[in-house]
């Protein structure tokens, strides 16, 4: 068996693995759409082509309403305001720090719930010990793909008469007990970042089934103006518009998304194949209500006990190997600025987050790792679990 | 002399000539730009391609630090809050209503000073009618690009010991005094609007000569992570990146600019002899201490009592000719949504505003608008004014 590069072997990859490597279209088929921009001169402002792409997101998300903006976070700022969260809004601590900034940067305060230690969504019964006469929303997020608890959630937030926003970042092309995902909830938020299963460049989108508040989302996109381009101001709005260029990218990679979904799908399975037999590496399954996947993330929970090895040591070993696994998400947000400072005591009431932002890995997949380089990576953990007695972490 | 349009004659364009067409590059130099996107994969999170904008954006604007993001309107967000504006916050009214909404999207008051009717910028004693104890902070926009009389809003400011911010959107490219316009007050802020003399798509900039600053704001632009993709958060902050393929628009750009400089100055020069004979169109012309200009904006006032026909009048009689000038701007922020109803009788104090708003007419020019087209529509205004009996306006 091969020695661990970080005690001294050669490196498994010449190159870098990453997490997050974007998933690019045929060149050729964004390059037309961009000659359609040059040719227009129209470059932003509810284009021709930001048209299109909208159109074409809707069919593909099977929901009624869908208004793209520049990015993901921007996509959430402009979804709480519609629905009028203020004061107090409930979320996961265990997510990307932009659902909690999304909210603080608005100045209303985000009160982070535990989650499930199962399939890591926000847990309902955590949710309820949270509430106070102040809470004016929750915001539910599919981690990994992985569809929040929609139907006790849904339940709680009719008891209390307030609205629940899906977080949908991780969940483009996701169904739930054959429910397409942006039909949950009153809104759904899409991101379509450069390290998401679909991108835009940097690009997001707002999903609805609800007419009147597509139609205010779609005015705050452009500052409330009434229609684009009109002189009259009917909301408070910023400037959330997408540009025809990321539109060009989002239209360009619709082609490809389906490709890119089953090399996906070979990974994940590659990967469980590879690493089933290492002990103290769990690899997290996707729920079985997850009708369809996307199958971008590939998590893995480390047990220190029985791997070894604790996860930040493996971490390092995998990054001398030139595979740059990520802790994702780690730390869980009540542990980062500013909300580490505000409530210092949150780790009292989240310790599955604690615990499972702990042990978690993302390994690399997406279009530019294939079965090989699975692999390779497999055979890594393989050699530093062997070697794991020269190891002191 | 020709018929009006509006009064039954043929327009005088076959089509329709835009204020704010944009302004293109040499499209196979944004194509080699984007072929490195593509080779590197690399499509944000501050790229090589930002990287290398914000170092020649840096020289351009004779600025030691500029944080290239999405879009003018989070530039200000982002400029705003590193700079800890909070509670009250002066501005003019006569301005794009992004700068108000900026403040009122997080919680901060804007509070509307009124403009000087010469040079159509913020008037420094409304300035000091309108600060209270809570005044955190004073925004002066650089309208059309003509430079705020910086010397006097700065005494004020130190006076009261409080922070000035400048909202150079129109201001690409020019100088006050010989002074570069970047190196006013505490931090500047730009916007690269496809409308804009300069555009990357969609795109913006703060620049400020203060390193901890900008060094602040460039963590806050990614969610206040310390440092690109590391998992420390120092800061809160949001989504304000630009793209790579944004950048490689403004690359484009920089070369192209000196030559789109050109033909505005051309332009402005051909409008202002071809005008000059109208009575009741006035043009209005840069301060004597702009010592360099963009000329982006061709701006007229028009006066009813001697041109004989109002303003929104003659807006629609050009509209019939296929001119298609804008009220730019119109109304005052004060009129609009939330502020109108929040403050109903800020029309009281803010007599210029009001007055200069009824008057203001923006006209085509830029790439697509040469001498053949100005001489066209100081045509069409001459046939109106010949003609104003027979309005009603």
Redesign the interface.
Known sequence: MRKPAILGGEPAFKEPLHVG??N?PD?NVF?KY?DRI?DS?????NGPLVREFQEKLEKFLHVKYCVPV?????AL?LAE?ALNFKDEVILPSYTF??TA??L????ITPVFADISKFDVTIDSESIKKVLTPNTTGIIGVHVYGHPCDYKKIGSIADTHNINVLYDAAHSFGCEVDNIPIANLGRASVFSF??TKFF?S??GGAVTTNDESLAEQIRLMTN???NGFEK?????????G?M????AA?GLAMLHSIESIRENNKQNFEKYREAITDIEGISLIEPPQNLTKHNWQYVIVLVDREQFGIDRDTLIQALEAENVLAR?YF??GCHQ???YRECFPDYSLILPNTDIISAKVISFPTGQ?IGQEEIIGIAECLQSISHNRNHFHG
Chains 1, 2 share one sequence.
């Open positions: 490597r974007p690019l060149k390059w961009v040059f001169r129209w470059l932003t402002n520049c990015n993901g976070t921007i700022e305001r720090v932009a900034h999304s603080q940067w608005q100045r970042h450069a991108n460049f940097e500052f409330g103006f002189d009259t101001v009917d909301y408070l709005g910023i400037n518009k540009t025809e260029v990321s990218m802790r780690y730390p980062m600025q500013p530019t």
